[in-house]
């Protein structure tokens, strides 16, 4: 069954765990997400960082279109 | 079309395999502590000696190495001369962008970030980075909006992570 604190989770907003602290409540204010950043302390830094090669490599996939786009683009 | 490309693994292994003596500083080493943050390009602070400019130099030499911010792309090609003026490094290779800095605002020369660094140990290979107290000081020093947003993140992990190990 799933209560209405649940669903609340599940259709967000992130919500502080209770146990979160002043810096870590002043991120989530400021707009990051910070299961994102649970996720990231959850794994190694060598995870960490092949975790950000593939998003890095994604977007540099993604500049590399777009600059062909923009070559392609008549006028 | 033109691929780009930022490996900052294979960019690390060089430096490592050319004995090149650096801390790793700014966004990657924001990424190593957890930061999730992007960051384009590779920032390691390093002693500007001639030898350990040299290893750099030998680190890159077949990627094509060029001055990204100098107007006309001039090549990295090192004198004795030149090593002695130089004060930083901003180089594009075939491996991406890796900035050498002989110094890190808000924490001092090489030998100051050298004291503030840890090392973190990696499958292929062994990296000193900054410690997470330093990061914050530079990123606060440095004040452009992008490095104020990931001291809010730093501050948060730092925070948790201090938590988690009382």
Known sequence: ?75 | MIKIVQDDQALLLRLCNEQVKFVIIDGFCGIIHGVTLLTKDLDICCRFTTENLRRIEAAVKDLHPYHRLAANKLPLELTDELCGRLRNLYLQTDLGKLDCLSEVMGLGGFEAVLQRSVIYRLSYGEFRILDVDALITTKQAVGCEHDLAAVRQLLAIKEKTARRDT
């Open chain 1, 1 to 75: 069954m799933i209560d209405e604190a649940i669903l609340a989770q599940i259709n967000g907003p992130y919500v502080c765990p209770p146990d979160a602290g002043p810096a870590w409540r002043a991120a989530a204010e400021y707009g990051f997400d910070m299961a994102l950043v649970e996720d990231s302390l959850r794994m190694t830094p060598e995870q960490r960082i092949e975790e950000h090669q593939r998003a890095l490599n994604l977007l540099l996939d993604i500049e590399s279109a777009r600059d062909l786009n923009d070559q392609n683009r008549p006028g």
